[in-house]
């Protein structure tokens, strides 16, 4: 493929987009504004993917005129970088929305396109009629991205790409992870040679890339690639002394390489059961529609469940390197990395920007990862067990179990024992059946408040009054009691009173 504008080709892009990047196309030309669409859109609708994500390069002011866009169309604008003139316009439809980035072109398009991060990203379609005939578009690229979309390439653009923007670095290995590419040998040296770079980007940036790696199904190979360009350790220091840290003989690999894994085995949980057919360990784990959909579930910012629980995974046994002791017998222990790792990780997150539920929904994960371990010791988990386990992990219980079986499985590696990993999953799925069958069991509802306490047997407020509801709830998941009077009566007795 050559760099001529006059070269057609087709492009995928959905009826709802065509309609507004046709009315986009008139608005242009009604104001004489010189227009092009670049970036993924157009990369992926060459793909014959769909993106709801279209970039705008506008000749003159972008905030200005994505002013005007919004105004005219009905739309929501954002300005995302008034100095480098960078707005979003923000359509609503049915379900979803479309987002449109408007940028001020820098010089001609072909300059701008060469100062883009990646030569597929560097692909322009000129909106200068009020119809685009979608089937045969005018492709303006001049760096030869077609090229390596049709090779399965990531290439970027110059020698100083990363240097100009080091997010870039972690976005490369994003796009490869996304589209199922590759990254060339040149393009693998520059990022070596400047991934130290990644500390000086902002960390609500380096978390949106961390995250596009998480949701796709590629993000253990993406962390091993990183650790190979150096830019893991660039990006998680803390991961780094985790390297050659031995561990019992009951641990296949070292904790690094441990953590690894679990991120792997993390992603053949989640994986959709008719395309694991043929995982055998995989086929005993418990899944369903309701748990499907729970991984998918939006946490913030479009970061879903499946994408924390892999942050999780990668950073669970973070804390093991500082608690690691030898006893005189020769005994290897840790004891208290959970508690130190689940610290290690919110400090981690909270450099990276991410929401306050997030940090403490994956400190909850790391801190309890050894809980469904501790309930094997049964034959089955006692319902007080079900309930204080619920209760501690709040709004990951589910996340938890999953975290434990990776873990499983990680530390044993080709060693696991067949028989410990079917009790595993059958205990997890008794777990499973009480939370989504017998809600009773791990949220008991309220027979007694406090208001009752100090009512009835005379207390003051103060956290006593807590300390007896406490006691009251998990004797009612235990099955201990059941109504109002028994509630009250069992509270007295733990005052002591008949």
Same mark, same amino acid.
């Given at each position: 493929?050559?760099?001529?504008?006059?070269?057609?080709?087709?492009?995928?892009?959905?009826?709802?987009?065509?309609?507004?990047?046709?009315? +986009?196309?008139?608005?242009?030309?009604?104001?004489?504004?010189?227009?092009?669409?670049?970036?993924?859109?157009?990369?992926?609708?060459?793909?014959?993917?769909?993106?709801?994500?279209?970039?705008?390069?506008?000749?003159?002011?972008?905030?200005?005129?994505?002013?005007?866009?919004?105004?005219?169309?009905?739309?929501?604008?954002?300005?995302?970088?008034?100095?480098?003139?960078?707005?979003?316009?923000?359509?609503?439809?049915?379900?979803?929305?479309?987002? +449109?980035?408007?940028?001020?072109?820098?010089?001609?398009?072909?300059?701008?396109?060469?100062?883009?991060?990646?030569?597929?990203?560097?692909?322009?379609?000129?909106?200068?009629?009020?119809?685009?005939?979608?089937?045969?578009?005018?492709?303006?690229?001049?760096?030869?991205?077609?090229?390596?979309?049709?090779?399965? !390439?990531?290439?970027?653009?110059?020698?100083?790409?990363?240097?100009?923007?080091?997010?870039?670095?972690?976005?490369?290995?994003?796009?490869?992870?996304?589209?199922?590419?590759?990254?060339?040998?040149?393009?693998?040296?520059?990022?070596?040679?400047?991934?130290?770079?990644?500390?000086?980007?902002?960390?609500?940036?380096?978390?949106?890339?961390?995250?596009? !790696?998480?949701?796709?199904?590629?993000?253990?190979?993406?962390?091993?690639?990183?650790?190979?360009?150096?830019?893991?350790?660039?990006?998680?220091?803390?991961?780094?002394?985790?390297?050659?840290?031995?561990?019992?003989?009951?641990?296949?690999?070292?904790?690094?390489?441990?953590?690894?894994?679990?991120?792997?085995?993390?992603?053949?949980?989640?994986?959709?059961?008719?395309?694991?057919?043929?995982?055998?360990?995989?086929?005993?784990?418990?899944?369903?529609?309701?748990?499907?959909?729970?991984?998918?579930?939006? !946490?913030?910012?479009?970061?879903?469940?499946?994408?924390?629980?892999?942050?999780?995974?990668?950073?669970?046994?973070?804390?093991?390197?500082?608690?690691?002791?030898?006893?005189?017998?020769?005994?290897?222990?840790?004891?208290?990395?959970?508690?130190?790792?689940?610290?290690?990780?919110?400090?981690?997150?909270?450099?990276?920007?991410?929401?306050?539920?997030?940090?403490?929904?994956?400190?909850?994960?790391?801190?309890?990862?050894?809980?469904?371990?501790?309930?094997?010791?049964?034959?089955?988990?006692?319902?007080?067990?079900?309930?204080?386990?619920?209760?501690?992990?709040?709004?990951?219980?589910?996340?938890?179990?999953?975290?434990?079986?990776?873990?499983?499985?990680?530390?044993?590696?080709?060693? +696991?024992?067949?028989?410990?990993?079917?009790?595993?999953?059958?205990?997890?799925?008794?777990?499973?059946?009480?939370?989504?069958?017998?809600?009773?069991?791990?949220?008991?509802?309220?027979?007694?408040?406090?208001?009752?306490? !100090?009512?009835?047997?005379?207390?003051?407020?103060?956290?006593?009054?807590?300390?007896?509801?406490?006691?009251?709830?998990?004797?009612?998941?235990?099955?201990?009691?059941?109504?109002?009077?028994?509630?009250?009566?069992?509270?007295?007795?733990?005052?002591?009173?008949?």
């Amino acid at each position: 493929m050559t760099n001529l504008t006059r070269e057609r080709l087709k492009i995928y892009v959905p009826r709802e987009a065509a309609s507004l990047l046709d009315n +986009l196309g008139e608005f242009f030309q009604q104001h004489n504004i010189d227009c092009y669409v670049v970036g993924g859109f157009v990369r992926d609708g060459l793909m014959g993917r769909a993106n709801s994500d279209i970039d705008l390069a506008v000749a003159g002011d972008a905030i200005e005129i994505a002013s005007e866009v919004a105004r005219s169309f009905d739309a929501r604008m954002v300005p995302l970088d008034e100095v480098n003139q960078v707005a979003r316009v923000v359509f609503p439809r049915v379900g979803y929305q479309w987002h +449109l980035d408007f940028a001020s072109l820098r010089g001609s398009i072909k300059q701008d396109l060469k100062l883009r991060d990646f030569t597929v990203n560097a692909i322009a379609i000129r909106l200068r009629t009020a119809r685009v005939d979608w089937s045969r578009v005018e492709i303006i690229d001049p760096l030869h991205g077609c090229r390596d979309l049709s090779q399965r !390439i990531v290439r970027a653009v110059s020698d100083a790409s990363f240097q100009e923007d080091p997010a870039r670095l972690l976005r490369a290995v994003r796009l490869a992870a996304t589209l199922d590419f590759s990254i060339d040998s040149a393009t693998e040296a520059l990022i070596q040679r400047d991934s130290g770079l990644v500390s000086t980007v902002a960390g609500e940036r380096l978390r949106e890339e961390l995250c596009y !790696i998480l949701e796709t199904n590629k993000a253990y190979q993406s962390f091993c690639y990183l650790d190979r360009l150096s830019l893991l350790a660039a990006l998680m220091p803390e991961l780094t002394s985790s390297k050659g840290v031995t561990q019992p003989k009951e641990h296949f690999w070292d904790v690094f390489d441990h953590s690894l894994e679990t991120v792997s085995c993390v992603e053949r949980l989640l994986r959709e059961r008719e395309n694991n057919k043929e995982d055998d360990l995989i086929t005993l784990v418990p899944w369903s529609p309701d748990i499907a959909q729970y991984f998918a579930q939006d !946490i913030a910012g479009g970061r879903t469940r499946k994408a924390l629980l892999k942050l999780a995974a990668l950073l669970h046994d973070i804390g093991k390197p500082a608690a690691k002791t030898i006893e005189q017998n020769g005994r290897m222990r840790f004891l208290g990395h959970a508690k130190e790792g689940s610290a290690m990780a919110v400090q981690i997150m909270e450099r990276l920007k991410f929401s306050n539920r997030e940090i403490n929904m994956v400190h909850l994960m790391i801190e309890h990862h050894l809980r469904p371990g501790y309930m094997l010791s049964e034959d089955v988990p006692s319902r007080r067990a079900i309930y204080k386990y619920f209760r501690d992990t709040a709004d990951v219980g589910i996340d938890t179990l999953f975290l434990g079986l990776a873990d499983h499985l990680a530390a044993r590696g080709p060693t +696991l024992d067949l028989e410990q990993w079917r009790k595993h999953t059958e205990v997890t799925q008794y777990i499973l059946s009480k939370w989504f069958g017998e809600k009773a069991t791990v949220m008991p509802p309220k027979l007694i408040d406090g208001h009752i306490l !100090i009512e009835k047997l005379g207390l003051s407020p103060g956290p006593q009054i807590g300390q007896l509801l406490e006691m009251v709830r998990e004797a009612q998941a235990a099955g201990e009691i059941q109504t109002a009077d028994e509630a009250l009566d069992f509270a007295a007795k733990q005052l002591g009173r008949n």
